[in-house]
Structure formats: C-alpha cells, structure tokens
C-alpha cells in the first residue's frame, strides 16, 4: 500500500526553552565520554511540528541530563537538521546544552523547505572522518523521508514507502556505532529504514550485542519520552 505525502507549510507558534525533565541517565560512570550525532529532520515533510519539536526537545533534554554523571559530562553532541544540512547547526557539551537550549530550540525549528537527508548524514561522515571518536551515538528524529535539494521541482509529491537513498551513509555509519535511535519514523518507512541497515550490516550488530539499537513509530516514541536514553 502507497501514500503520498504532499511537502506542506509548517509553522511552529513559539518553542519553548529546553528544560530537562528525563530521569538520570542510568549508564555507568566508568564508560568514555561518548561523541553524539543526532539529525533533526525539520523540512516540510514532518507533517506533526509540535509532536516534533517536543520530542527534540525531550531528547535534547536528556542530553543535558549527561552533566550530571561524572564521566559522561564530557560528551560531545552535534546536531545536524535537515533542512539545514551542510554544516553541524549546534556544538557543545551536555552543559552547553543546556544552558544554550532555547537557542537550540529556535535553531532546529520546523520550516517549509527541503528535508534533505542524503546530505545531513554526509555532514555525519565528514565529521566522523575529522574527529575519530571512540564511541560514537547516533539518533535522527523525525519520520526518515529524503526530499532532497531542490526540493522545489514537479509536483512535491512523494511516493511512500520511500526506498531510502543509496547515498545515505546511516548504514555505514551504524557499522561504526555503539547506539542507534531512529525515532518519530512515519509508519511506512520503518520497513525501508530496516531493509537499508540489514543490507548494510547494521543489524547483524544487533543481534550480536555490539550496536544498542531501536527504531521507533511515532506512538513508541511518545511512550517513551525521558527515556530514549535509557538502559534498563
């Protein structure tokens, strides 16, 4: 079954401060501070802004909660957008984080333009390729659609399920990665974002317990607000 998803006008009303309300991080103190890539998808076609932005913003804000344990207060988190994605839009430590949030909110606000994913997971590689990290995390937020640049040619339709790019490096990338969280993902892409990482061999990773993975629909993604981090 097919749908077509028309790239539409979404404007947000006010984004509020990033507060942390997530629980305490519950990794151990004894791990290395891990480098964080999380890509917001804030193009035309998220379709739900506020249940977007909110999830970033919980997100983000167990992000923040990482100041609190000693040994992961020295992360690292790049946040790249997909509208924006051709440069890391934000920088800094879990307590930059949280003290710049509200920047950081009006940063990675949903517009009406392209949404481009081939491109925002290349700013990940450029920047995985430069810093090297030790453990590397990766989470995109958002319902993994790829309207390229320029998005502004024929009719600005999209045909789903969409078959993810052969150019999108998350696959390559999950192969380096000790976490990966896809949430938001809209209910027809979940079987094409599955498909793009076994072929790449991200999910033999999985099952083998080197890669802590979990790919989330919207409802799971509410569910599990404040601990989209989490370990049990």
Same mark, same amino acid.
């Given at each position: 079954?097919?749908?077509?998803?028309?790239?539409?006008?979404?404007?947000?009303?006010?984004?509020?401060? *990033?507060?942390?309300?997530?629980?305490? $991080?519950?990794? #151990?103190? $004894?791990?290395?501070?891990?480098?964080?890539?999380?890509?917001?998808?804030? #193009?035309?076609?998220?379709?739900?802004?506020?249940?977007?932005?909110?999830?970033?913003?919980?997100?983000?804000?167990? @992000?923040?909660?990482?100041?609190?344990?000693?040994?992961?207060?020295?992360?690292?988190?790049?946040?790249?957008?997909?509208? $924006?994605?051709? %440069?890391?839009?934000?920088?800094?430590?879990? %307590?930059?984080?949280?003290?710049?949030?509200?920047? +950081?909110? %009006?940063?990675?606000? +949903?517009?009406?333009?392209?949404?481009? @994913?081939? @491109?925002?997971?290349?700013?990940?590689?450029?920047?995985?390729?430069?810093?090297?990290?030790?453990?590397?995390? *990766? *989470?995109?937020?958002?319902?993994?659609?790829?309207?390229?640049?320029?998005?502004?040619?024929?009719?600005?339709?999209?045909?789903?399920?969409?078959?993810?790019?052969?150019?999108?490096?998350?696959?390559? *990338?999950?192969? %380096?990665?000790?976490?990966?969280? /896809?949430?938001?993902?809209?209910?027809?892409?979940?079987?094409?974002?599955?498909?793009?990482?076994?072929?790449?061999?991200? /999910?033999?990773?999985?099952?083998?317990?080197?890669?802590?993975?979990? /790919?989330?629909?919207?409802?799971?993604?509410?569910?599990?607000? #404040?601990?989209? /981090?989490?370990?049990?």
């Amino acid at each position: 079954m097919t749908a077509r998803l028309h790239i539409t006008s979404a404007i947000l009303a006010g984004l509020l401060a *990033l507060q942390s309300t997530a629980p305490a $991080n519950a990794w #151990g103190d $004894n791990e290395q501070s891990p480098t964080f890539f999380v890509v917001i998808e804030n #193009g035309g076609v998220v379709t739900d802004p506020e249940n977007q932005m909110e999830t970033a913003r919980q997100t983000l804000g167990e @992000l923040t909660d990482l100041r609190r344990r000693r040994a992961m207060r020295d992360a690292t988190i790049h946040i790249i957008t997909s509208a $924006n994605p051709t %440069e890391i839009t934000w920088s800094g430590t879990p %307590e930059q984080l949280y003290a710049q949030g509200s920047v +950081v909110m %009006e940063a990675i606000q +949903v517009r009406s333009t392209c949404s481009d @994913l081939t @491109l925002a997971w290349q700013e990940v590689r450029n920047n995985v390729r430069i810093t090297r990290p030790d453990d590397l995390r *990766l *989470l995109q937020i958002g319902p993994a659609i790829h309207a390229g640049y320029p998005c502004d040619e024929g009719d600005g339709l999209i045909t789903l399920p969409q078959a993810v790019p052969a150019e999108v490096q998350l696959g390559s *990338l999950a192969l %380096e990665a000790s976490f990966l969280r /896809l949430l938001n993902v809209h209910a027809d892409q979940d079987e094409m974002v599955l498909e793009h990482l076994e072929s790449a061999g991200a /999910l033999a990773r999985v099952s083998n317990g080197a890669l802590d993975f979990d /790919l989330m629909d919207k409802a799971r993604t509410t569910s599990n607000l #404040g601990n989209i /981090l989490g370990r049990d």
